[in-house]
């Protein structure tokens, strides 16, 4: 009697390609999103005393309002696009690992829970931004009021809780998940896991300075990984082995 054995189809050479290149490619633009959220806070809108802990809610509500566009902007950038690129990027790192450790189906789902979660933050703070301009016009200190409250709320979902946790856990699961498969440079992953570490305990300590840590380490960790996959998507359109599949390994 014979047997039949079913061999699990393998990525071809130009799917690997695309999911690294695709994949490297989010990773820069959320780099740059992350760049450009300070870079524009810093010379455009703290001049203007917006973000300043100083300033009064009814002073900020009126600086609000006065530059609506410009935060509206703002709020696209660091949070809808940035949560765009992180479920692409979440996506194509599940497709290039998907074979190699089940630590990765953990590491898919926070990657996807926390663009999901960025992406409903930068939607809450335009609404909520929209609402306290409008106010303002009618009740500047209601605006005030409301303003109190729905900035406690954004800081829990984003930089001060929610947002944060959820970013360490899946580059913590991720960078364990890719040194068990030897994907990625092994320095990435330690990176990795360190950022996790850090952002797990800037929120349980409530520490600004390692909230600060996490924020850099964010940056400079989605430029290192663009720049990985990116080279490992042009290694692999030259390389292939015997059966003709790409074998980019990290030892």
Not at 28 to 43: R, S
Not at 141 to 169: H, K
Not at 214 to 220: D, F, P, S, W, Y
Request: overall charge positive; hydrophobic content about 50%; glycine content about 10%.
């Amino acid at each position: 009697m014979t047997s039949i054995h079913t061999v699990a189809p393998q990525a071809t050479i130009p799917e690997t390609t695309s999911s690294w290149r695709t994949g490297g490619m989010a990773a820069l633009a959320g780099a740059a999103t992350n760049l450009t959220g300070p870079a524009v806070f810093i010379a455009m809108l703290l001049p203007k005393g917006l973000g300043g802990t100083e300033a009064a809610p009814g002073k900020a509500v009126g600086l609000l309002s006065d530059n609506h566009a410009a935060m509206r902007a703002w709020y696209i950038i660091i949070y809808l696009v940035f949560g765009a690129c992180l479920v692409v990027l979440s996506l194509s790192l599940s497709e290039r690992l998907k074979s190699r450790s089940s630590l990765v189906h953990a590491a898919t789902t926070a990657g996807l829970i926390y663009a999901v979660l960025v992406i409903v933050i930068g939607t809450l703070q335009i609404t909520d931004l929209d609402t306290v301009v409008r106010l303002h016009s009618h009740d500047p200190a209601q605006a005030a009021t409301v303003y109190t409250t729905l900035t406690s709320i954004e800081t829990g979902l984003g930089a001060g809780g929610g947002e944060t946790m959820t970013f360490s856990l899946w580059v913590l699961v991720l960078s364990w998940a890719a040194l068990r498969a030897r994907e990625l440079p092994r320095l990435l992953n330690y990176l990795g896991l360190l950022l996790g570490a850090v952002g797990i305990f800037s929120v349980l300590l409530n520490s600004l300075p390692l909230m600060s840590v996490n924020g850099v380490g964010l940056i400079a960790w989605l430029l290192w990984l663009g720049i990985a996959m990116l080279r490992e998507g042009r290694r692999a359109a030259l390389r292939s082995d015997r059966n003709g599949r790409p074998t980019p390994r990290y030892r």
